[in-house]
């Protein structure tokens, strides 16, 4: 029977995880994720499910991935400087292959930054943060409800595409108590099995025709993995030294997430078929863009509101597309404008792209953007 | 190929890299002999950080995780608790062990978690070229501290018994059949095993620290200078001095291990410890 629950973000987020069969959890206590944590502890052993507090986000990420091979579907959750402290482990997942989910419930930055107050700021760490290049998969929930769709995603998806992805949540989302509904049946992608036995599977070839790798097999089930951090060939040996070897496992671990099934595009919109004026967000930022839109549209301007529920990959064709048709796009974000370059690039000069960045650790208002919409907020910049 | 690499070693790893004189050799020879006489091959779990011995696991065919500078031990705490039927082994540089993955290190030691790390101390960073580590004797010169060494080492084994592992040895490459043997007892240990291995780096750590890069002589050197922890307790400090004292050096059995603790609370359906079993730890 589907479940109906008041609950905060943060609690979504646990709820949905589990559900999508989240069994193993490492974090360390950061506001304003703790609450992930917390709950985690006390839900996943009655779950037959395993949390550990460990001494640092670094450990925590580190366990994570040990897990994921110990048979695991593994997650952990945090926020500013822990996201900042989990970077390396990041590039490791990428680099070996390892489905695993990150909750960031974003704070203000730099450094200690804002801790409590909301922001976006990492908005461009989790694509780029890691050294080296890469591509990510990262959801950007703008309620409680989407906390828990979108984690039962971010799990479905790190199956499929073998990498680490994420839940950019922020203290907003995180923070807020709100109707959820929870399904009786939700759509889970479980993990894989190789389809090849022991001796016959290269555990890091792509499947015949496709970007992505076979079933995962795990530890101690006689495949006798190796599991490098190194650019590897399709053995895990180590092949860093090899330029086309190495140049084709980099290409090929980017081109998985930037060539999708298709699946990996989930915008939503609404008033989008006559709009001159839309204003493009994800996370927290589009409630107040959809609220303002109300508003213009109550007093004849014709505007509309497209909401970014994966913002990487980027939905480049989306924004092309929007661009092609509408004057103007305006862009509300908690950050000095990031995803906003994202949006200029897409569009292609085809619209005038509006940034409408808001510093401090407080969400837009409705009047701010439905200012942006009339033409009369001065904080908005014209790119 | 002798008969034991032939059985153990993972051929498409191999040509392996190591500098002629490496003690890295005799420790693959020793966990292959380990692993052999446990039977235990199907059930083990390697994983290695960064640094020159962590391609000891490597080279063995069976399940590794070869990760990130300092981080094997929490990738192995996770492999541990997901199947406690695992046998995990850590091959960890002094470098990985005492200096960036140090804190790792004391927490898994103060958890408990039934793993095995072997540390490899060759007293300096050799992959990277020669510089000074947390092992590195005081006043020694290294490329990083071309006037000598103003810090001093940690005693890693001391480290590890005072953060609360349960089992610690100290052994040197010139003792293969004692270090095999302490393997086989730390594996066999319930709780965290710590294993300090003293191995020679000719190529970096002798030409800089020891000024020979004869490996015959800083093995003569391991020979002479060990002393039994039998005869370590009948010298004196002064006597000690410039001494590496080998053998086992701690062991408490029955001490709580993570993975039995934590299995308790999955088995208590979700109703965690009991009431008395709070109030008696606190």
């Known amino acids: 029977m589907e479940k109906v629950m008041v609950i905060q973000g943060n609690e979504a987020c646990v709820r949905g995880a589990i559900a999508a069969g989240c069994r193993f959890f490492a974090g360390y206590p950061i506001t304003p994720a703790s609450e992930v944590a917390e709950l985690m502890a006390a839900m996943l052993p009655g779950k037959g499910g395993i949390f550990m507090q460990m001494e640092d986000e670094i450990a925590s990420i580190c366990a994570v991935i040990g897990a994921a091979w110990g048979g695991a579907k593994a997650c952990t959750g945090t926020s500013g400087p822990g996201f900042s402290l989990m970077q390396e482990g990041f590039g490791y997942a990428v680099s070996t292959e390892t489905p695993c989910v990150i909750i960031n419930v974003q ?11 909301p922001s976006q700021q990492d908005i461009y760490q989790v694509k ?10 990262a959801y950007a929930p703008s309620s409680a409800q989407e906390a828990f769709d979108l984690t039962v995603k971010a799990f479905n998806a790190a199956e499929k595409y073998r990498v680490p992805v994420f839940v950019m949540s922020d203290e907003v989302v ?3 108590r709100e109707k959820v509904r929870i399904p009786e049946t939700l759509g889970v992608v479980e993990r894989r099995k190789p389809s090849l036995p022991p001796g016959e599977l290269f555990p890091f070839r792509a499947m015949p025709g496709s970007l992505r790798l076979d079933g995962m097999p795990a530890f101690n089930q006689g495949y006798n993995l190796l599991v490098e951090g190194q650019l590897h060939d399709d053995l895990g040996n180590r092949a860093g030294t090899q330029v086309e070897a190495s140049a084709r496992l980099l290409t090929r671990i980017c081109d998985k997430i ?4 298709g699946d ?12 001159e004026v839309v204003v493009v967000s994800y996370g927290s930022t589009i409630r107040p863009a959809m609220q303002a839109v109300r508003q213009a549209r109550a007093a004849g301007i014709k505007a509309g509101w497209l ?7 980027f939905p480049d064709e989306v924004i092309a597309d929007l661009a092609g048709k509408v004057d103007r796009i305006i862009v509300p974000e908690m950050n000095v404008g990031k995803i906003v370059r994202e949006v200029d690039r897409a569009a292609h000069g085809r619209a005038e792209v509006v940034s409408l960045p808001k510093l401090g650790g407080a969400l837009h208002t409705p009047s701010e953007v439905l200012a942006a919409i009339e033409g009369r907020n001065d904080r908005a910049s014209h790119r | 190929m002798h008969p034991i690499a032939e059985k153990y070693l993972r051929k498409s790893a191999l040509p392996q890299f190591f500098c002629q004189g490496c003690g890295d050799g005799t420790i693959i020879t020793a966990l292959m002999r380990t692993v052999d006489d446990l039977g235990i091959i199907d059930q083990v779990a390697f994983t290695s950080g960064i640094g020159c011995c962590a391609w000891i696991p490597v080279f063995i065919n069976a399940d590794c995780l070869h990760t990130m500078h300092g981080r094997a031990i929490p990738v192995a705490t996770a492999l541990k608790l997901t199947d406690p039927k695992r046998k995990v082994m850590v091959f960890a540089g002094d470098g990985d062990c005492m200096g960036i993955g140090g804190n790792h ?7 408990n978690v039934d793993i095995t790390v072997v540390m490899v101390n060759n007293a300096i960073y050799g992959m990277t070229g020669g510089q000074t580590a947390p092992t590195t004797p005081h006043h020694a010169t290294t490329k990083t501290t071309p006037m000598g060494n103003v810090e001093f080492p940690f005693d890693a084994c001391e480290v590890a018994k005072a953060a609360g592992a349960t089992y610690v040895a100290r052994w040197t490459t010139a003792h293969p059949r004692q270090l095999t043997s302490a393997m086989k007892e730390a594996i066999n240990h319930k709780g965290f095993a710590f294993i300090e291995v003293l191995s020679q780096c000719p190529t970096q750590s002798g030409r800089m620290i020891y000024g020979n890069s004869d490996p015959v002589a800083m093995f003569n050197r391991y020979k002479e200078t060990s002393v039994s922890v039998a005869r370590a307790g009948k010298m004196s400090a002064k006597e000690l001095v410039g001494k590496i004292v080998v053998g086992k050096l701690h062991q408490i059995e029955g001490r709580a291990e993570l993975c039995d603790e934590v299995y308790a609370l999955m088995s208590s359906g979700g109703e965690g410890l009991s009431a008395e079993t709070k109030l008696a730890s606190n």
Request: charged share 25%; proline share 6%; aromatic share 8%.
């Open chain 1, 107 to 117: 704070r203000g930055g730099p450094s200690t930054g804002q801790p409590t107050s």
């Open chain 1, 258 to 261: 930037l060539k999708h099934d």
């Open chain 1, 174 to 176: 995180g923070h807020t």
């Open chain 1, 307 to 313: 909401k970014l529920r994966i913002v990487w990959p």
């Open chain 2, 105 to 111: 290190l004391i927490h898994a030691a103060r958890r």
């Open chain 1, 264 to 275: 990996l595009l989930d915008v939503q919109g609404r008033y989008l078929d006559d709009a």
């Open chain 1, 128 to 137: 780029y943060g890691s050294h080296g290049d890469y591509e990510v998969i």
